[in-house]
Every structure is written in C-alpha cells, then in structure tokens.
C-alpha cells in the first residue's frame, strides 16, 4: 500500500512539475471600437489574466516595470483623444525591488483609449504595449494589434480637411510603410533570420532540463521534511514513538501483522498531513498563493503569527486543541477496529501534538505560501508528515533499535526553545517585505542584521547556560552538543557583522533586505555585460575564442535584479563572468526603436518589430522557445548552445555549475 501510494504522489509531482513550460501565454487580450459620438471612438482592450499574474497599469513612471502604453503606426483621419487610461479594479502598492509606487491588475485588465475622428474616412493602425509579471517570472514588454477603418466619420469642408490632415500626421509624426521600405524589411527579415534566429530548441533539449524549473519543488519539499525532522526531536512528540510502537507490537499476535499496522499508522500519518496541505491550496488558490509574497498586509499579519509562535515555545504560554477532540477521537479509535481504527489514532497524535507541531507547520505552510506554488502546502506537508511518519515504521520493522533511543528530557525544552528563535528571526524577514513595501525605512538593511546578530548571540548565550527560559533544567556542566551549538550560534553572529559595512553575505541574501536600503556601503562589486547587442556579442565571441553568455533580461525584471545582486555578485561568479565569458544582456523592454523595423512571421500571423526591446525578445521566443526573464543560455561563436538553459535559482553553486558545464562543452568544440 505504501509502494501505491509513493507511486501516486511521484505521478502527482510530476505532472505538477511538468506543467511548468518554458512559453507562458497568461494574458490574452480582446480589442473593440464602440462609437460614442459622431466624431469619437473608444477603443478597448479588455484582457483575461491567468491567476498568479498582474498586468501593469498606466502612469507608472520611469525606472520601474513596463507600464501599459499605446502607440500607432499609421492613422489617416483619426488622431488620439487624451491619453491611454486604466479601468477597474487597479491595485497600489510600493514595490520593495524598484523603490516605487506600481499600478496593476490581477484578474482582469481593461484600458481604453479614446480616438477623435477628423474625416469621413478614417484608418487607424497601431498597437496596445503592456507588461505583465508573476513571483517568478516577467514577461517581455508585449504587443497587442489592432487596426480599425470605417466612412461614417464626421463630414468636413475641403479647407478643414487639409488642414486636419496636416495637423495629424505633422504632430504625431506617424507614417506608414512605402513600397520601398516594406520591401527593404521583407529583405532585412530574410537576412535577419537566416543569420541569427534559427532555432536551436531542440538542442537546447538534449542538453537537459533548464536549471532551476524544479528547485521551487525540491526546496519546499526538502523544507517540510526537515520540519517534520525537528517536530519528531519535540516533547510532543518524541515520547510517544516507543509507546506507540510497543501499543502495536504487543496488540498483535504476529510480528508481520505488528509491522503492518505500524506501517498503516505512518501511512496515514502521511494521508492526514497531506489533506492538510491539499486543504490550504484549494481554500487559497493559486492566485492567492502568488500574492502572498508581497502583498504588505499579508506579511504584517505573517510577521505576528510567527512572533506569537516564537512566544510559545519559548515558553510563554502553550498552543492547545480543545480537550473535547482528543476525548472524542479517542472513543471513535476505541469502538472501531481496523484500518479506521488506525487512521483515528493517527488523528489523536496529530491533535496530542499540536501544541509542538503546531507553530512549525504555521511557519512551513507561511514560508511556501510565500513561494507562490500552488502545489506548495501539499508538497510541504508531505514532507512533513513523511519525516514524521518513518519513525513509526522503522522502530517497528527493528524493535531493537527502542533500546537505543535517547531518553527525554530537558534537551527536548531546548529544542524548542531554538525553534522559538528561529521562528522570530524568520518573522523579520515578513516585516521586511511590509517595511518595504510601505517605505517606512524601520528595518532597514542594518537594522535587520543588527537583529539577527542579536538574536544569535542570545541563542549562544543559552546554549552556554548564561540563559535559562520556562522549562528548562540547571545543568551543572556543559555538555558537548550545546557547546557546538554555542559556538556554532557566535560564529554566525560574527560571519554577519561585515554586512552592516555593505558585505553581501550570500548565505543570508535571499532573507535580508536589499543593498541599495543600507545606509553606509563600502562593497563595490557589481558585475555589468560587456555587450548589449547579440550580434556584437557573437563577433567578440569569434575574436576572442571565448563561449557567449547570453543574459535576456528587463529593466523591470524583479528577479533578474536578485539573481544580479545574489548571484553575479559572488566573487567565483565575478571571476568567471569577467574573465571567461563574453556576457551579452539583451533588455526585452528597450523602447529604442531599431533603425528599420523588422516584419517577421510568428505563429502563423506577421508581425512587425519596432524596438530593440522587440528583436530581442522575439529572439528568445524563437530561437529558444523562451518568454521569460531572467533566462540564461551559453553560445559558442556560431549561435549554438554548449548547455541547458538556466532560469531563476538563486543557488551559486548551481549556476557556477551551469557555466563550468558550458565552457566544459565550448572546449571539447
């Protein structure tokens, strides 16, 4: 039955993960013209937007994301009316990247736009740019068409006429393709693709899967099991693993019978834990789960949870069910035999040992919230109740090993009492993402660490005894384990006092708030691309001998800023960008526009590129079958790809690998 169901959760995880393409398609967008007036159109562009996505508003200003703009290619008889204006339900809020107010959608986008008509026939070309993003990826700036001609314009006198039609193409110096321009852009686009945008995805394919799409998985899976680690070493729970196990041992008249039920109680164990995390997911939805991450009041109210947890187990007061469940569940276990038996004793360990568990599965089902997957609780209580399971198990299958389990006593106090400050220090980390948000500039970079410095410092204060909380014992002696703990608490304290001068602490990064809020900054280490043209990059590539890193990034890309300041930053990074790589970023969002457009066919349908932005982002889309940012691939002089593609993963060691990988394959070319 175990086997069954291992084989079931694997088939779910990885469906789950293999619904996480590279292309993202989360916005489509429907344009109509309705008439208002004799002489006035409103064009509206009404949009659908997948859950976990925003769209940018208008008015944002510079030096953030992409916000919504419109733009036409050629109009005869029409000119705008006022500007582009963003309607319905537009959310604000400071974002903690770009240091700015943003305006967006979630759900649904509509922006209209109005059009004066100046003349009985009127043509009207042109395109709605917007940008959209979710907690982990940015879409490139993106273009909608639409084109919209009629005779039932406003009736002029010739005077007029010319004199409009003057006026509407002088100020808006808007013009559409001659023949010999258009032809000149069929004979770039046959030159253009030829030279650089045949695809390679099917090589990038059979050189593995992209680094860095199934981390998110892994890691709340990994963060669960070690909850479920630490929940086992907790007074709760501990003690109930021989009891349960000799309930089980002696209930039975044979030793295969004993181990079966033990195996059973694991199993739901597992099934109870699991429905948890299943339950948070459909309460939530998906949407919801992506907005945690930086929604402000979400955090506020994480940060108090987590605080009011840390007061538990340091001993302020204890988490309890009401004792009526326990009674009630305990009777249902007495007066039912078999599985359902089984199961409902189950249940009684999960409500005995909440007051232990309790706070480290709030954390756990935070802290994946947070991580914006919609499978995130259900995977993170897997692996919660997996660690807590296998005890049960294990202890049934070699009884033996009963004997040799630690006896209680006041170290369990001290485990939790460590979980108490683990659990304040990850509260900061909510009030950060508030703290930003709101630009209330209380937790700031250094105030943040000068917390974290304290908060270890006490820890190792208690492990040396030099502290005692509700519960625990005076000890005559230091024992070993606290000793190391001590230590290893001091050294960590010590390891972050550099990043109040500006050291980036890549250990503690992805927690801490970012640089750019600390005051006094001594650390100059940035890394910045060589080239930010694909084509230039290639002729540096071929000169110098060295393989092309190819960065497709975004001046509103959230992520691609963190994997620069977490990631490139890192001296072994630095080295390797520098000195053997030609790095290349190409921003998808350059509004430069290419000195002659580009006609290009995608999908079945032509479209036209205007910008720099444009030619690089139809690039990743075509020659790697790509759409979002940040996304990183390795080239040879020859465009070719000398490894997988890499994407969002914060790990050093993984994208130190990714390139070591990448120059590897250039040498053996």
């Given at each position: 039955?175990?086997?069954?169901?291992?084989?079931?959760?694997?088939?779910?995880?990885?469906?789950?993960?293999?619904?996480?393409?590279?292309?993202?398609?989360?916005?489509?967008?429907?344009?109509?013209?309705?008439?208002?007036?004799?002489?006035?159109l409103?064009?509206?562009?009404?949009?659908?937007?997948?859950?976990?996505?925003?769209?940018y508003?208008?008015?944002?200003?510079s030096?953030?994301?992409?916000?919504?703009?419109f733009h036409?290619?050629?109009?005869?008889?029409?000119?705008?009316?006022?500007?582009?204006?963003?309607?319905?339900?537009?959310?604000?809020?400071?974002?903690?990247?770009?240091?700015?107010?943003?305006?967006?959608?979630?759900?649904?986008?509509?922006?209209?736009?109005?059009?004066?008509?100046?003349?009985p026939?009127?043509?009207?070309?042109?395109?709605?740019?917007?940008?959209?993003?979710?907690?982990?990826?940015?879409?490139?700036?993106?273009?909608?068409?639409?084109?919209?001609?009629?005779?039932?314009?406003?009736?002029?006198?010739?005077?007029?006429?010319?004199?409009?039609?003057?006026?509407?193409?002088?100020?808006?110096?808007?013009?559409?393709?001659?023949s010999?321009?258009?032809?000149?852009?069929?004979?770039?686009?046959?030159?253009?693709?030829?030279?650089?945008?045949?695809?390679?995805?099917?090589?990038l394919?059979?050189?593995?899967?992209?680094?860095?799409?199934?981390?998110?998985?892994?890691t709340?899976?990994?963060?669960?099991?070690?909850?479920?680690?630490?929940?086992?070493?907790?007074?709760?729970?501990?003690?109930?693993?021989?009891?349960?196990?000799?309930?089980?041992?002696?209930?039975?008249?044979?030793?295969?019978?004993?181990?079966?039920?033990?195996?059973?109680?694991?199993?739901?164990i597992?099934?109870?834990?699991?429905?948890l995390?299943l339950?948070?997911t459909?309460?939530f939805?998906a949407?919801?789960?992506?907005?945690?991450?930086?929604?402000?009041?979400?955090?506020?109210?994480?940060?108090?949870?987590?605080?009011?947890?840390?007061?538990?187990?340091l001993?302020?007061?204890?988490?309890?069910l009401?004792?009526?469940?326990?009674?009630?569940?305990?009777?249902?276990?007495?007066?039912?035999?078999?599985?359902?038996?089984?199961?409902?004793?189950?249940?009684?360990?999960?409500?005995?040992?909440?007051?232990?568990?309790?706070?480290?599965?709030?954390?756990?089902?935070?802290?994946?919230?947070?991580?914006?997957?919609?499978?995130?609780?259900?995977?993170?209580?897997?692996?919660?109740?997996?660690?807590l399971?296998?005890?049960?198990?294990?202890?049934?299958?070699?009884?033996?090993?009963?004997?040799?389990?630690?006896?209680?006593?006041?170290?369990?106090?001290?485990?939790?009492?460590?979980?108490?400050?683990?659990?304040?220090?990850?509260?900061?980390?909510?009030?950060?993402?508030?703290?930003?948000?709101?630009?209330?500039?209380?937790?700031?970079?250094?105030?943040?660490?000068?917390?974290?410095?304290?908060?270890?410092?006490?820890?190792?204060?208690?492990?040396l005894?030099?502290?005692?909380?509700?519960?625990?014992e005076k000890?005559?002696?230091?024992?070993?384990?606290?000793?190391?703990?001590a230590?290893?608490?001091?050294?960590?304290?010590?390891?972050?006092?550099?990043?109040?001068?500006g050291?980036?602490?890549k250990?503690?990064?992805?927690?801490?708030p970012?640089?750019?809020?600390?005051?006094?900054?001594?650390?100059?280490?940035?890394?910045?691309?060589?080239?930010?043209?694909?084509?230039?990059?290639?002729?540096?590539?071929?000169?110098?001998?060295?393989?092309?890193?190819?960065?497709?990034?975004?001046?509103?890309?959230?992520?691609?800023?963190?994997?620069?300041?977490?990631?490139?930053?890192?001296?072994?990074?630095r080295?390797?960008?520098?000195?053997?790589?030609?790095?290349?970023?190409?921003?998808?969002?350059?509004?430069?526009?290419?000195p002659?457009?580009?006609?290009?066919?995608?999908?079945?349908?032509?479209?036209?590129?205007?910008?720099?932005?444009?030619?690089?982002?139809?690039?990743?889309?075509?020659?790697?079958?790509?759409?979002?940012?940040?996304?990183?691939?390795?080239?040879?002089?020859?465009?070719q790809?000398?490894?997988?593609?890499?994407?969002?993963?914060?790990?050093?060691?993984?994208?130190?690998?990714?390139?070591?990988?990448?120059?590897?394959?250039?040498?053996?070319?």
């Amino acid at each position: 039955m175990i086997k069954h169901f291992c084989h079931l959760f694997s088939l779910f995880l990885a469906v789950s993960t293999a619904a996480i393409a590279q292309m993202e398609d989360p916005v489509r967008f429907e344009t109509k013209a309705n008439r208002l007036s004799n002489d006035l159109l409103e064009l509206t562009f009404s949009a659908k937007v997948d859950k976990g996505w925003h769209v940018y508003a208008t008015d944002i200003g510079s030096g953030g994301p992409t916000e919504a703009t419109f733009h036409l290619d050629s109009s005869k008889g029409a000119q705008p009316d006022g500007a582009l204006q963003s309607i319905g339900q537009v959310k604000e809020e400071v974002d903690p990247i770009f240091q700015m107010p943003v305006r967006y959608f979630e759900g649904q986008a509509t922006f209209v736009q109005r059009i004066r008509l100046t003349q009985p026939e009127y043509v009207i070309q042109g395109y709605l740019e917007y940008g959209a993003c979710n907690d982990q990826n940015c879409l490139p700036p993106t273009q909608v068409e639409f084109q919209f001609s009629g005779k039932d314009g406003p009736q002029t006198s010739a005077e007029e006429k010319d004199e409009i039609t003057d006026k509407n193409f002088s100020d808006s110096e808007i013009k559409t393709f001659d023949s010999d321009e258009a032809s000149a852009v069929k004979a770039d686009r046959a030159n253009f693709e030829a030279q650089i945008y045949a695809p390679v995805i099917d090589q990038l394919q059979s050189l593995g899967e992209q680094q860095g799409r199934n981390r998110g998985l892994i890691t709340i899976f990994l963060l669960g099991f070690v909850g479920g680690l630490l929940a086992l070493l907790t007074p709760c729970v501990w003690p109930i693993i021989p009891m349960t196990v000799s309930f089980f041992l002696h209930r039975s008249s044979s030793r295969s019978r004993a181990l079966r039920e033990a195996s059973l109680y694991g199993l739901s164990i597992v099934v109870i834990y699991l429905l948890l995390g299943l339950i948070v997911t459909l309460l939530f939805g998906a949407s919801a789960l992506n907005a945690l991450s930086t929604n402000a009041l979400f955090n506020l109210f994480f940060f108090a949870l987590l605080v009011l947890f840390a007061i538990s187990f340091l001993g302020g007061f204890e988490l309890t069910l009401p004792s009526s469940w326990n009674n009630k569940i305990n009777q249902k276990a007495d007066s039912t035999t078999g599985l359902l038996s089984i199961f409902l004793m189950a249940f009684t360990l999960a409500l005995v040992s909440f007051s232990c568990t309790g706070p480290i599965i709030g954390f756990l089902l935070v802290e994946v919230s947070t991580m914006g997957s919609i499978v995130g609780p259900a995977i993170g209580m897997f692996g919660f109740a997996l660690a807590l399971a296998l005890p049960f198990s294990l202890f049934a299958l070699f009884p033996s090993w009963l004997k040799k389990m630690p006896k209680s006593g006041g170290w369990m106090n001290c485990v939790k009492v460590s979980l108490g400050f683990i659990e304040l220090a990850f509260a900061l980390k909510f009030l950060s993402v508030a703290d930003l948000a709101y630009g209330w500039h209380i937790l700031d970079r250094e105030t943040f660490l000068s917390l974290w410095i304290a908060l270890s410092l006490l820890l190792g204060l208690y492990y040396l005894g030099l502290i005692r909380f509700a519960g625990d014992e005076k000890n005559d002696h230091l024992s070993i384990p606290r000793c190391f703990l001590a230590l290893s608490s001091f050294a960590f304290a010590i390891y972050m006092v550099p990043g109040l001068w500006g050291a980036p602490l890549k250990a503690i990064s992805a927690f801490s708030p970012p640089l750019s809020t600390q005051d006094f900054n001594l650390y100059k280490n940035h890394v910045e691309a060589a080239y930010n043209d694909y084509e230039e990059g290639l002729h540096a590539a071929r000169a110098t001998g060295k393989p092309m890193l190819i960065d497709f990034t975004g001046l509103g890309c959230v992520n691609c800023r963190k994997m620069e300041n977490s990631v490139w930053t890192d001296e072994r990074v630095r080295q390797q960008l520098t000195d053997d790589f030609i790095l290349v970023s190409l921003f998808v969002d350059d509004k430069t526009p290419l000195p002659s457009r580009l006609e290009v066919e995608e999908n079945g349908t032509q479209r036209i590129l205007r910008t720099i932005g444009d030619k690089w982002s139809y690039l990743q889309r075509h020659k790697f079958g790509a759409n979002t940012q940040p996304f990183y691939v390795i080239l040879n002089e020859e465009g070719q790809p000398l490894n997988h593609s890499y994407a969002y993963d914060e790990n050093v060691d993984h994208f130190l690998l990714f390139l070591q990988k990448g120059k590897e394959n250039h040498r053996k070319h």
